[in-house]
Nanobody
């Protein structure tokens, strides 16, 4: 069992930056692929970024590529999402998720564990 707790969300002006953190419990965190997803009001949950257990591989949604960076610190059981050049359309609840099967997937259904989410609001 893995418990995930996101933090770092908030209100930011367009063009600004935020850094989200996701703290995980459990000794097997370093074996999990970790993903970030987001869900805006009235929309389905969508993939943002994913990182391999080692941190050496990652992948991003086209909408955030070049602006967001996913990273992890296995010694601290934490995964991060650095968000720069934020746009109005980045407004959403952001969730981290753990995939113990290491599918490196962009599909929410492949992730077994989810945090409660953190709100990111980008204003003009």
């Amino acid at each position: 069992q893995v418990q995930l707790v996101e933090s770092g969300g908030g209100l930011v002006q367009a063009g600004g930056s935020l850094r989200l953190s996701c703290a995980a419990s459990g000794r097997t965190f370093s074996r999990y692929v970790m993903g970030w997803f987001r869900q805006a009001p009235g929309k389905e949950r969508e993939f943002v970024a994913v990182i391999s257990w080692s941190g050496r591989s990652n992948s991003y949604a086209e909408s955030v590529k070049g602006r967001f960076t996913i990273s992890r610190d296995n010694s601290k059981n934490t995964v991060f999402l650095q968000m720069n050049s934020l746009k109005l359309e980045d407004t959403a609840v952001y969730y981290c998720a753990a995939d113990p099967d290491s599918t490196f997937s962009r599909l929410p259904d492949e992730y077994d564990y989810w945090g409660q989410g953190t709100q990111v609001t980008v204003s003009s």
